[in-house]
């Protein structure tokens, strides 16, 4: 009986699947083109799987070893089960092989249902709560029937009562797992993740064979302004490109990002795992209700809907966000970095704030005012460009336009206008000028980098920003831009690059690390007490630097206290992506929260490495840590010339031509 049952199950189930993978194809194709490596892709997907999913799911050791367990025996199961069962290869090897694939699929099941017996709140529930007795049906039922064919149990044994009862469970184990990858539920994502793994919208991410460390690619993609076809962000599900529909499907609903996002744990209306889910119901049309998870702080599953169609932020009720969902991000980048689907949040989010600042013209609070400054006067404050230099009046600086060449050119940005910020620039050329560094700023020729432009979503004002400081830079000839500001040096790293300014651009705290390993700077012991070390958003896990600045510290006698949330799972200041500037409420401010972190260590100092950092950590009430750059420390500890014998200046890189 169970001969002729299997087989019509497996099949059946299987083309059922097939008619649904065709289906979310077609889901998936109705967002706008995107060029990807077809065949490569496929062909790199197991490693990518392999390799860099793994290297982010291995954070939660229980759950990694689960997740190989339980998908690893599944795969394993699945294809020997079409083999033995539909296809009637009844040998012997076969059947053990088949056996050990599901009891190690059973094993992983029953620590997928101890993790669900008391889940985290970060996990969503309805649905998800059954995947456990799927799993564990499917693994069970198919170990019985594969009984007789390992010659374990005789061919027909039991009669026909039991395999009635073994007939069910394989057909609710194959429903789940076969016909719900394709036509939704809990196994979607494992259909939908490893194509997204195929054709990510950043594979310059993965690892390469030759390449063992992990690649960066934290960018934002440049909008083609000349291209009036297509549109100005994402003003609805159909906007995104069909490889971001299809990474949005691939969500796991694990929660990771919504446990270490600074806007959700402050009480604002963002949730990354809930915006995902969102763009899922949009991308098939619907409304939220489905949503089992945490939802958006302060406002009620079940009120939002949409469709491809249909605007994601409406201009009156309904719509599937409301628009401080998507400005309550600090485009910290922690969802991206602790997304075991490698989605790309960060991107969606920038995308939708396009369409409402470009199409629309609504960026809340102080936001257009902000970007009139930049058009007006090339900084966010409004202040008179002629003023850029006010803070180095006494320091005589080296300008490009007299010296046409440098080793070093100084990139300021705009903390040349805020007080505080120049005691760090201040510092900056203090250490430059002791480590005998041929150096040059723009001065009155620099403009701001545009990176605040383009997080707000204006990315006409980014784009003009950054071409007439490329037109500067290509008029003069240096070895590399060192800038104390993180959110410069990613913007000038990462994104001036796609707009023909290719540089080699360092944070001060890595160029201060080169100089101290060298020799070129002598340095006392700090007599700083206990200090801690807070990680900028977009030093760290934009760009990969958490060794260096730490580095510096130790050199001048400094250890580290550190934080919970420290390296690549740092706390956000909140000072990133405007988030000041549009300052949509909560039920607490992020940097309270991170200062709450810093207390904890119990020190009296906390260093820092961004301008943006120190405002706001700086802007806590109350008792507190005094907060430092990186600069200051270091020139503090430097010995004078007249307390040490003067070394000669190391030698100076050839300086290259800029293009």
Not at 55 to 79: I, K, N, P, Q
Not at 238 to 266: H, I, K, S, Y
Not at 557 to 581: K, T
């Amino acid at each position: 009986m169970l001969d002729t049952i299997l087989p019509l199950l497996l099949f059946a189930a299987l083309a059922l699947a097939v008619l649904g993978a065709m289906r979310r194809f077609a889901l998936w194709r109705r967002g706008r083109p995107a060029p990807v490596d077809w065949l490569g892709g496929l062909m790199k997907m197991p490693r990518r799987y392999l390799v860099d999913l793994h290297h982010v799911v291995e954070r939660d050791r229980y759950m990694s070893r689960t997740h190989v367990a339980t998908a690893g025996g599944f795969v394993l199961a699945a294809l020997l089960a079409v083999l033995v069962h539909g296809f009637g290869l009844h040998h012997r090897l076969l059947g053990f092989a088949l056996l050990a694939a599901t009891a190690l699929m059973f094993v992983g099941a029953l620590f997928v249902a101890k993790r669900r017996l008391d889940p985290p709140s970060r996990l969503s529930k309805g649905p998800w709560m059954r995947l456990p007795k799927s799993l564990l049906m499917f693994a069970a039922s198919f170990f019985l029937v594969t009984l007789p064919v390992a010659g374990i149990l005789p061919e027909h044994f039991g009669g026909w009562i039991l395999a009635v009862i073994l007939a069910v469970g394989v057909a609710w184990g194959v429903s789940e797992l076969f016909f719900g990858m394709t036509w939704g539920g809990p196994m979607k994502h494992a259909f939908a993740g490893a194509l997204h793994l195929a054709w990510h919208r950043r594979p310059e991410r993965f690892r390469t064979p030759h390449d063992a460390s992990a690649a960066r690619s934290s960018g934002l993609k440049a909008l083609d302004l000349e291209d009036t076809t297509a549109p100005l962000g994402v003003g609805k599900p159909r906007d995104f490109t069909w490889n971001q529909l299809l990474g949005f499907d691939a969500c796991v609903q694990c929660g990771r990002c919504e446990a270490m996002c600074p806007a959700f744990a402050a009480g604002q209306p963002l949730n990354p795992k809930k915006l995902i889910q969102d763009m899922v119901v949009g991308l098939a049309g619907g409304s939220d209700k489905a949503y089992f998870g945490s939802p958006y702080p302060g406002l009620a599953v079940g009120l939002h809907s949409g469709a491809p169609d249909q605007p994601i932020v409406a201009d009156g009720a309904g719509g599937l966000l409301e628009a401080d969902t998507l400005w309550s991000c600090t485009t910290c980048r922690a969802c991206v970095e602790e997304c075991p689907m490698m989605i790309e949040h960060v991107d969606a989010i920038v995308d939708m704030r396009r369409h409402l600042t470009l199409e629309k013209g609504a960026t809340p609070g102080k936001g257009a005012d902000v970007l009139e400054n930049l058009i007006a006067t090339d900084n966010p404050g409004g202040f008179a460009p002629g003023g850029r230099l006010n803070w180095a009046a006494d320091l005589d600086l080296p300008l490009m336009s007299e010296k046409g060449s440098a080793e070093v050119l100084f990139w300021v940005g705009d903390g040349a206008f805020d007080m505080r910020n120049q005691r760090t620039l201040r510092a900056f050329v203090k250490i430059l000028r002791a480590a005998h560094v041929d150096f040059a700023v723009l001065g009155l020729e620099e403009r701001d980098s545009g990176d605040l432009a383009r997080r707000l979503g204006d990315e006409a004002t980014f784009q003009t920003l950054a071409r007439r400081n490329i037109a500067t830079l290509s008029g003069y000839r240096f070895a590399r831009i060192v800038t104390c500001d993180p959110h410069s040096f990613h913007v000038l790293k990462n994104e001036y690059g796609a707009l023909g300014g290719r540089y080699e651009v360092m944070h001060h705290s890595t160029f201060i690390d080169e100089l101290v390993r060298r020799g070129a700077l002598r340095l006392g012991q700090s007599k700083a007490g206990r200090v801690t070390y807070h990680d900028p958003c977009y030093l760290g896990r934009y760009n990969g630097e958490y060794e260096a600045p730490r580095a510096v510290l130790g050199a001048i006698g400094i250890q580290v206290s550190e934080m919970q949330r420290s390296g690549f799972r740092s706390r956000c200041c909140g000072g990133g992506g405007g988030a000041p500037i549009t300052d949509i409420p909560g039920t607490q401010r992020i940097p309270d929260m991170r200062m709450a972190d810093i207390r904890e260590t119990g020190a009296e100092l906390v260093a820092v490495g961004c301008p943006q950092c120190t405002a706001m950590l700086e802007g806590v009430v109350g008792p507190r840590p005094e907060v430092k750059d990186i600069a200051e420390l270091v020139a503090d500890a430097l010995i004078e010339p007249d307390a040490a014998v003067k070394r000669p200046a190391p030698a100076a890189r050839e300086v290259a031509q800029v293009p």
